[in-house]
């Protein structure tokens, strides 16, 4: 059976799109030496610091393992997935019901109109038949 796909790009949800996240070893650090911590440091001691938590030449953000940096991912999706065409065969179903109901409500009123157009001819008989008009 053939089968149509449509491609979609999607943000990763492991970098929120950028393609980078923040290198652990650097969160860790920061969790336990926030700016205002360090300002206080003269540049000695906050070399040590780094050298002490393995920082130096460390970067503060790496590529993204899950979408390998690129910042997406492309996956294929049924046409019926597609919100566009969902939208589309939403509106065309509305159509078919408001047609069907329009077709019913005619159909109602040519029922009744034979009727009507039977009643008439019965009486129009009857009174005939008896002299009544
Ligand atoms: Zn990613």
């Given at each position: ?25 650097w969160l860790d650090f920061m969790e336990k030496y ?89 009486e129009d008989e009857f009174n005939e038949k008896f002299g009544l008009k």
């Amino acid at each position: 059976m053939e089968e149509y796909l449509v491609q979609k790009n999607t943000p990763c949800v492991e970098c929120q799109g950028s393609g980078y996240i923040s290198n652990p070893l650097w969160l860790d650090f920061m969790e336990k030496y926030p700016p205002g911590a360090l300002r206080s440091m003269s540049a000695e001691e906050y070399k040590l610091l780094l050298l002490t938590y393995k920082l130096v030449g460390e970067p503060e953000k790496l590529t993204c393992n899950a979408c390998k940096g690129s910042g997406d991912f492309i996956i294929l999706v049924g046409i019926e997935d597609v919100p566009m065409v969902q939208d589309i065969l939403k509106r065309l179903a509305k159509l078919e019901e408001d047609k069907g109901k329009k077709t019913i409500s005619a159909a109602k009123d040519s029922v009744a109109a034979k009727n009507d157009d039977i009643q008439k001819s019965y009486e129009d008989e009857f009174n005939e038949k008896f002299g009544l008009k």
